[in-house]
């Protein structure tokens, strides 16, 4: 693991311990993004993607009013070598915060998002009521040059405050999937992500 990482591994770890989420810029690289947003992976966008819903199986719901992305599951055995390269880095992360915050994370599950323009999630918490496999919720936005001006924030609520978040290219952020109601908020250009959860079960169980 070369140093830039393990720094970046730390100062994830000190800010989940700390105040329950961190943000870390540069996790992937310019070049790391631009080969995730120009492969098959993203080129067709929303003409691929699925409307997303909300809630599990049986209770599984499509609802424009309370979420408008559209998400595709990443199916790590297959994945493209450009997002193998992140998901290569989600590994590490797991093996990372296992060891410095006794955790037991065994897996993760991830989609890329597409929020089409004025699309939003309105405030949720990201564990669902019968299943609490979902520890963390890791994000990685894929935008080049955004601008605070075209909106699109991550808005994470804390007790006392919010804070908001830019989907700026490369920029990664990791907050406890039990604990922070968050929210997206509408921006007046497409914004694309790797959404995903670590679990501290296999996906799929
Ligand atoms: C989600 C979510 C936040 C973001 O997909 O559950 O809250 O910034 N995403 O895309
Ligand atoms: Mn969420």
């Known amino acids: 693991m070369d140093a830039v990482f393990e720094q970046q591994l730390n100062r994830l770890a000190d800010g989940l311990a700390d105040q329950g989420y961190a943000i870390i810029d540069s996790f992937l690289s310019d070049e790391q993004v631009s080969a995730i947003v120009s492969s098959d992976g993203f080129k067709n966008g929303l003409l691929q993607f699925k409307k997303a819903g ?3 199986q049986h209770d599984k719901q499509i609802n424009e009013s309370i979420r408008g992305d559209y998400i595709e599951w990443i199916e ?3 994945a493209l070598p450009s997002v193998g390269v992140y998901l290569h880095k989600l590994d590490e992360l797991i093996q990372f915060v296992n060891r410095s915050l006794y955790l037991s994370l065994k897996d993760y599950e991830v989609h890329q998002t597409i929020y089409p323009i ?3 999630y309105k405030r949720h918490l990201d564990q669902f009521k019968k299943d609490d496999k ?4 890791v994000i990685c936005y894929l935008n080049q040059n955004w601008q605070t001006k075209e909106g699109g924030q991550l808005r994470i609520y804390m007790e006392t405050k919010s804070m908001d978040v830019f989907p700026v ?3 990664l ?3 406890r999937s039990d604990l922070l109601e968050h929210e997206v908020l509408p921006a007046t250009r497409e914004r694309l992500s790797i ?3 670590l679990l501290d079960r296999p996906a799929g169980t």
């Open 54 to 56: 909300i809630g599990k």
């Open 169 to 171: 290219a490369g920029r």
């Open 118 to 120: 004025g699309s939003f």
């Open 195 to 197: 959404t995903g959860w």
């Open 173 to 175: 952020v990791c907050f």
């Open 76 to 78: 790590p055995a297959s």
């Open 134 to 137: 979902r520890k963390l919720s």
